[in-house]
């Protein structure tokens, strides 16, 4: 059977809503201050390491390359048949994250891998003509384009400087 009672209603006093806040006044348009970012180097370096992926990826859109991707391709040119765990380490990529990269490359027929006739449990990867092809070409695109910006903004002298300054902390 239902419980025929009725149900208790509550005779409380409603309870006072909290006062809204204002919104703060809208603030002068411009661009955002960055307080203590502008100051911290990490911060400086990942903005800018954005702004310049951003100008390289445009400069060889027509070939499809990343920076990660360019720079594998140096890497085999100049380092043909080294395996691929001493690649991915030079660049400082995870291997998972090299093993895909490496199946795309080689799904485009960039580059091949080979078992390694010394260890057969590890891989030699080798750039194939189609790779050696389009490496020379995006060599000139980004040469004449995106370097030849980045000189122009620096000048020789900060270039030169710049350049040791991140050799450096790289070391670190």
């Given at each position: 059977?239902?419980?025929?009672?009725?149900?208790?209603?509550?005779?409380?006093?409603?309870?006072?809503?909290?006062?809204?806040?204002?919104?703060?006044?809208?603030?002068?348009?411009?661009?955002?201050?960055?307080?203590?970012?502008?100051?911290?180097?990490?911060?400086?370096?990942?903005?800018?390491?954005?702004?310049?992926?951003?100008?390289?990826?445009?400069?060889?859109?027509?070939?499809?390359?990343?920076?990660?991707?360019?720079?594998?391709?140096?890497?085999?040119?100049?380092?043909?048949?080294?395996?691929?765990?001493?690649?991915?380490?030079?660049?400082?990529?995870?291997?998972?994250?090299?093993?895909?990269?490496?199946?795309?490359?080689?799904?485009?027929?960039?580059?091949?891998?080979?078992?390694?006739?010394?260890?057969?449990?590890?891989?030699?990867?080798?750039?194939?003509?189609?790779?050696?092809?389009?490496?020379?070409?995006?060599?000139?695109?980004?040469?004449?384009?995106?370097?030849?910006?980045?000189?122009?903004?620096?000048?020789?002298?900060?270039?030169a400087a710049l350049l040791r300054i991140l050799d450096k902390l790289s070391a670190f």
């Open positions: 059977m239902a419980n025929s009672r009725p149900m208790a209603v509550s005779r409380a006093a409603p309870r006072a809503q909290p006062a809204r806040k204002e919104a703060a006044p809208a603030a002068e348009s411009g661009p955002l201050q960055l307080g203590e970012l502008s100051e911290l180097l990490g911060y400086q370096f990942k903005r800018t390491q954005l702004r310049i992926f951003e100008d390289f990826i445009r400069c060889v859109a027509s070939l499809q390359l990343t920076p990660a991707q360019f720079s594998v391709l140096v890497l085999l040119e100049k380092n043909p048949g080294r395996n691929q765990t001493e690649i991915a380490s030079t660049l400082g990529i995870l291997r998972p994250n090299f093993v895909s990269m490496l199946d795309g490359l080689e799904s485009r027929k960039l580059c091949e891998r080979i078992r390694s006739p010394h260890d057969r449990r590890s891989h030699q990867v080798m750039l194939t003509e189609k790779g050696h092809s389009i490496l020379a070409r995006a060599k000139r695109l980004v040469a004449a384009k995106h370097e030849s910006r980045l000189n122009a903004l620096l000048g020789d002298a900060d270039r």
